[in-house]
Nanobody, 126 residues
Framework: QVQLVESGGGLVQAGGSLRLSCAASGRTFSSYNMGWFRQAPGKEREFVAVITWTAGSSYYADSVKGRFTISRDNARNTVYLQMNNLKPDDTAVYYC???????????????????WGQGTQVTVSS
């Protein structure tokens, strides 16, 4: 069982930066693939980024590539999402998610993740 708690959301102007954190409970954090998703009002929850447990490889949605960076600190049981050059379209509730394996081989699918946090609101003003 893994519990995830996000923090770091807030209101920022376009072009600004935020760093989201996701603290995980449990002693096996290092064996989990950790992802970030987001959901804007009236839209489906969408994949943002993932970092694997095996080699620490990271993958991003095209919409955030070059602006967002995902990282993890296994000693602190925490995964981060550094968001730079934020745009109004980045406004959403951001969710942290965890899974031990991608059974379909597709890391961007919501259904691949077993554990979810409650989310943190990010609002980018123009």
């Amino acid at each position: 069982q893994v519990q995830l708690v996000e923090s770091g959301g807030g209101l920022v102007q376009a072009g600004g930066s935020l760093r989201l954190s996701c603290a995980a409970s449990g002693r096996t954090f290092s064996s989990y693939n950790m992802g970030w998703f987001r959901q804007a009002p009236g839209k489906e929850r969408e994949f943002v980024a993932v970092i694997t447990w095996t080699a620490g490889s990271s993958y991003y949605a095209d919409s955030v590539k070059g602006r967002f960076t995902i990282s993890r600190d296994n000693a602190r049981n925490t995964v981060y999402l550094q968001m730079n050059n934020l745009k109004p379209d980045d406004t959403a509730v951001y969710y942290c998610a965890a899974t031990t394996a991608f059974y379909s081989g597709t890391y961007s699918l919501k259904s691949e993740y077993k554990y979810w946090g409650q989310g943190t609101q990010v609002t980018v003003s123009s």
